[in-house]
C-alpha cells in the first residue's frame, strides 16, 4: 500500500507590531559612534552639520558614505552638492560638534577653514578629513544616504569623540559629565551633592547652546516660564525662575528694551505689574522649547518610559515636600 503523503499546514507568521520610534532610538543610541563634521559647498552656499552617521563602503574604489535627514535645512543643498568633506572629531571638540549640530547660519565665523580640492571647505584645523566626489544618492527613508569617493585625504592620530546614549564622550567618560567620586564615601552619595551633578549635566550642555538664539540663562528661564503661563508678576516670575527679584527686575528691564516681553499695569508697583510675553518674545522662545525638548529626550533615553515617570515623579514629591517646609 501506498503511503499517504504528509500534508504539513501552512501557519502564517503573526504580523510583527509597529517598531517605536523612541523605543528604536534608545536601542540604537546603545551603539557608540564616531562624531564626524561633513562640509560642502553648494553654489555660494557653505554647508555645515554633525553627523555620526558616517562609515565606510570600499576600498577600490575608495568610498565612503553618510546619511542627511531629509528634516535639515540644508538636506536639498547637501544632496544637491558634487562633493563634500568629512572631518573626523576629536574629545578636545565637543564645542565644534555642537555648533555645526545647531540650526545657526554663522557656523563657520571665526573658524579657520579653506576651499579644498573638490570645492567643499575644509576646516583646516582639524584631521583626519576625507575629500569626497559624490558617487552616489540612495533614497533611506526619512534619510538621503550619500556615498562618496575619496579624491584626497589628511590623516593625523587623535583620541576620537563619541557619541552614545544621547552624549558626546571621550573614551572611556562622557565629555559632558565629571568623573565620579571614587569609593562609596559620604560625598559620592550625598543626595544635595547627587542633585547638583545632576542640575550640571542636565542643563550645562544645553545652556551652551542658548548663544545659537541670543538668549542669556536668565532670558531664557523667563521666556520659558512665560510660555506656560503668561502673566505672572515679578516675584512670581521670580519663585518659577529660580531667580532674585532684584536680578530677575534688571533682566525683565533688557528685555522689555528688546522687545521680547511687556508690563502691563501702572509702574507703581513694579513687582505686582504682570509680565507678558510679546509676539517676539513668543517666536523666539518657541525653538528654543522644541530644542530643549529633543535635549531632554536624548537625555532619559536610556531609561524606560516608567523610569523615566519615577524619576520625575520622585523629584517632584522631594521639591514639593521641601517647599512646604520653607
Not at 40 to 48: E, K
Not at 185 to 190: A, M, S
Not at 232 to 241: D, I, N, Y
Amino acid at each position: 500500500m501506498a503511503a499517504k503523503p504528509i500534508v504539513t499546514a501552512s501557519i502564517a507568521p503573526e504580523p510583527a507590531s509597529p517598531l517605536d520610534p523612541a523605543t528604536l532610538r534608545r536601542a540604537l543610541g546603545q551603539f557608540p559612534t564616531g562624531v564626524t563634521i561633513v562640509t560642502a559647498a553648494h553654489g555660494a552656499q557653505r554647508l555645515g552639520m554633525t553627523a555620526n552617521s558616517f562609515s565606510s563602503v570600499s576600498l577600490d574604489p575608495p568610498l565612503v558614505q553618510w546619511s542627511v535627514a531629509k528634516s535639515a535645512p540644508s538636506h536639498d543643498a547637501f544632496v544637491a552638492a558634487d562633493a563634500f568633506a568629512i572631518h573626523f572629531l576629536g574629545e578636545g571638540h565637543r564645542d565644534l560638534a555642537l555648533r555645526f549640530g545647531g540650526r545657526n547660519d554663522e557656523k563657520f565665523t571665526g573658524i579657520p577653514h579653506e576651499a579644498g580640492i573638490t570645492g567643499a571647505p575644509l576646516l583646516t584645523e582639524l584631521a583626519p578629513i576625507f575629500e569626497c566626489r559624490t558617487w552616489a544618492r540612495y533614497p533611506g527613508g526619512d534619510h538621503t544616504i550619500l556615498v562618496g569617493e575619496v579624491a584626497r585625504l589628511v590623516t593625523r592620530a587623535h583620541e576620537p569623540l563619541l557619541f552614545h546614549s544621547g552624549v558626546l564622550r571621550g573614551i572611556g567618560v562622557a565629555l559632558n559629565r565629571r568623573a565620579p567620586v571614587a569609593g562609596a564615601g559620604f560625598v559620592p552619595n550625598y543626595l544635595a551633592y547627587l542633585l547638583a551633578r545632576a542640575s550640571f549635566v542636565v542643563s550645562n550642555e544645553f545652556h551652551g547652546r542658548l548663544k545659537e538664539w541670543d538668549l542669556s540663562v536668565p532670558e531664557w528661564r523667563v521666556l520659558a516660564c512665560l510660555s506656560d503661563t503668561d502673566g505672572l508678576s515679578v516675584g512670581e516670575l521670580a519663585a518659577m525662575a529660580l531667580m532674585k527679584q532684584p536680578g530677575l527686575t534688571k533682566v525683565l528691564d533688557r528685555m522689555v528694551g528688546d522687545g521680547l516681553v511687556e508690563r502691563r499695569g501702572t509702574a507703581a508697583d513694579r513687582r505686582r505689574t504682570p509680565i507678558h510675553l510679546t509676539a517676539k518674545g513668543r517666536a523666539t522662545v518657541k525653538p528654543v522649547l522644541r530644542a530643549a525638548r529633543v535635549h531632554e529626550e536624548a537625555l532619559l533615553e536610556q531609561f524606560s518610559e516608567e523610569e523615566r515617570s519615577v524619576i520625575k515623579h520622585a523629584l517632584d514629591l522631594l521639591i514639593g515636600g521641601s517647599e512646604q517646609k520653607g
